[in-house]
């Protein structure tokens, strides 16, 4: 069955580094997917170093936080101050749009929005998406077709914004894979959303013991069920330290009959099937709110 694989690039380290080795563990197999990229400074280490206080330690010691990440990751934004990542990093942002990759906007400061947008106003959330839209001109030299919100941290209320609306569709979301389309102030909007639904390598590991091989066990199982998904790696991990273990899994899925491709093909496959909602909710394993897919008109 199809399955919609999407990148997200969130710090400075994942896009120099991240980036190319996701590219050559990808071209090896013949399989693209949608990078969705982080734009501006990198002040990731403020939100890991906030994950690390005592309530949280244990569990991220126990996932091997500071090897998943790495230590310069941890402390960027903290010490330093985040470098903008477009600027430094253009090139390399450009890698995956070069070899027919799909590529949209993941943030401008990730950090920012994911810790700041329940007390960001309007105005300041519609800053951050057009600010990231505009570096995204800047780097690929057209306007950007698809967003995603930084930590899925996304309720209608983004989806109204101003810099939103000239994006043909978004992944903001987490809920069962079946592509819809939003309701933003009563209204269904053309905007087809399309909802994550397996989780992360990150999430499957908050307080588990779990082993490498028995996390793609388990996401393997998840789609031997005949039915489409969509799968969420980040550059920071599976083009990190877990790159052997992601490459185990691609090979593994590949022979069971399994493609991947980008959300925009997995879109057109799979077309938006009704209308819907983002809401506030939670996922195992994710701290925090998550927008997910609500109820009614599906
Ligand atoms: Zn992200």
Redesign the pocket.
């Known amino acids: 069955m199809s399955i919609g694989l999407r990148i ?3 710090t400075f380290r994942g896009t120099r580094d991240g980036i190319p080795k996701l590219l050559r563990i990808l071209s090896k197999r013949d399989i693209q997917a949608t990078w ?1 990229m ?1 734009l501006g400074p990198d002040n990731m280490g403020r939100h890991l170093r906030r994950m690390l206080r005592p309530s949280f330690a244990l569990k991220m010691v126990r996932s091997g936080a500071p090897s998943l990440y790495g230590w310069d990751i941890i402390l960027r934004g903290t010490i330093w101050p985040g470098q903008v990542i477009s600027e430094h990093l253009a090139t390399t942002l450009r890698k995956p749009a070069d070899a027919g990759h799909e590529v949209g906007v ?2 401008w400061d ?1 950090h920012r929005w ?1 810790v700041g947008i329940d007390s960001l106003s309007d105005t300041e959330l519609d800053a951050e998406l057009a600010r990231a839209c505009e570096a995204f001109v800047a780097v690929y030299g057209r306007e950007a077709s698809t967003a ?1 919100a ?2 899925w941290r996304c309720t209608q209320r983004v989806l109204g914004l101003h810099s939103s609306m000239s994006l043909k569709y978004r992944s903001d979301c987490r809920g069962p894979a079946r592509a819809f389309r939003p309701r933003v102030a009563g209204h269904a909007i053309d905007q087809p959303q399309i909802p994550v639904d397996l989780p992360t390598y990150d999430e499957g590991f908050a307080g588990s013991s779990r082993s490498d091989a028995s996390w793609n066990d388990l996401l393997l199982a998840r789609i031997g069920d005949d039915k489409p998904h969509v799968l969420t790696i ?1 550059a920071e991990s599976e083009g990190g330290s877990k790159a052997s273990v992601f490459e185990e899994f691609l090979d593994r899925a590949l022979a069971s009959g399994h493609f991947f491709e980008p959300l925009r093909d997995w879109l057109a496959r799979h077309p938006p099937s009704g209308e819907g909602s983002i809401v506030k909710g939670t996922v195992p394993g994710r701290e925090g709110w998550v927008g997910v897919v609500g109820g009614g008109g599906r």
Do not use: C, L, N, R
Request: cysteine-free; aromatic content about 8%; overall charge negative.
């Open positions: 997200d690039v969130d969705y982080t993941h943030a990730h994911q995603a930084p930590g980040h």
